[in-house]
């Protein structure tokens, strides 16, 4: 089984419903994060957590929020989605105690999310 | 904005070495270099990461110039499979700063 689960794959909604993405890790790591990729952009952050009681804003955060259920569970929201949000989304996972210093980073299989 | 720089796109063919560069002209002495790669329709998967001393694992090696300036990520043999995008990122020593992905290189391998 994979150690980083995204559900749903895939989604087409439409403008101004609320979106939920969910990830779940069996890697028993605290740090976790959420990206999105868009052609040619490469990866951007959206939000980190390093833990249960920490979240923080990543590089484009704007239009979206975070809640952090538990060390396994991090879910995305977006609270009213816009055609501009259509991206692959990505959680990643990692633990510095077992990455060491570096901070090896493990990624879920991605989401893809059309808004319409 | 990422502070790496790397060619678009490269090419190589089957079972040949295939040398990736990567430019990091402004790393601070304690960043380390980290190299990821994407797999189609895959997320990103982790392959080396080095602070000064060249560096060897099962899917590459990472040779890093003295000045570290530079560094190249070296795929010994390549297969169809290593076709993907590879990252080159700069990463800050106790894994407290994010990692920022660029653009990467696009491999295609050529049979």
């Known amino acids: 089984d994979a150690d980083v689960t995204q559900t749903p794959r895939n989604r087409i909604t439409k403008t101004g419903k609320r979106i939920m993405l969910e990830c779940s890790q069996t890697?028993?790591?605290?740090?976790m994060y959420w990206y999105r990729q868009d052609p040619g952009l490469g990866l951007r952050l959206i939000y980190y957590?390093?833990?249960?009681?920490?979240?923080n804003k990543g590089e484009i955060s704007d239009g979206y929020s975070v809640s952090r259920q538990a060390q396994a569970k991090f879910s995305l929201s977006l609270e009213s989605a816009i055609p501009n949000q259509t991206a692959l989304y990505f959680c990643?996972?990692?633990?510095?105690?077992?990455?060491?210093?570096?901070?090896?980073?493990?990624f879920g299989p991605g989401t893809r999310l059309t808004v319409l | 904005d990422a502070k790496t720089t790397q060619p678009n796109s490269m090419e190589s063919n089957e079972e040949e070495p295939v040398h990736l560069p990567c430019n990091h002209s402004?790393?601070?002495?304690?960043?380390?270099i980290h190299w990821y790669r994407q797999l189609p329709s895959q997320g990103p998967e982790y392959v080396i990461h080095?602070?000064?001393s060249n560096v060897n694992n099962r899917m590459a090696s990472l040779a890093i110039a003295e000045d570290r300036k530079s560094s190249t990520l070296i795929l010994h043999r390549a297969t169809l499979r290593d076709a993907a995008v590879y990252y080159c990122?700069?990463?800050?020593?106790?894994?407290?700063?994010?990692?920022?992905f660029g653009t990467g290189t696009r491999l295609t391998i050529i049979p």
């Open positions: 402004t790393i601070s002495g304690t960043d380390y």
């Open positions: 890697k028993g790591h605290d740090r």
């Open positions: 080095g602070l000064t």
């Open positions: 957590s390093f833990d249960v009681k920490d979240i």
């Open positions: 990643a996972t990692s633990d510095p105690r077992t990455g060491g210093i570096a901070d090896t980073q493990y």
């Open positions: 990122i700069e990463g800050a020593n106790f894994g407290n700063e994010k990692l920022t």
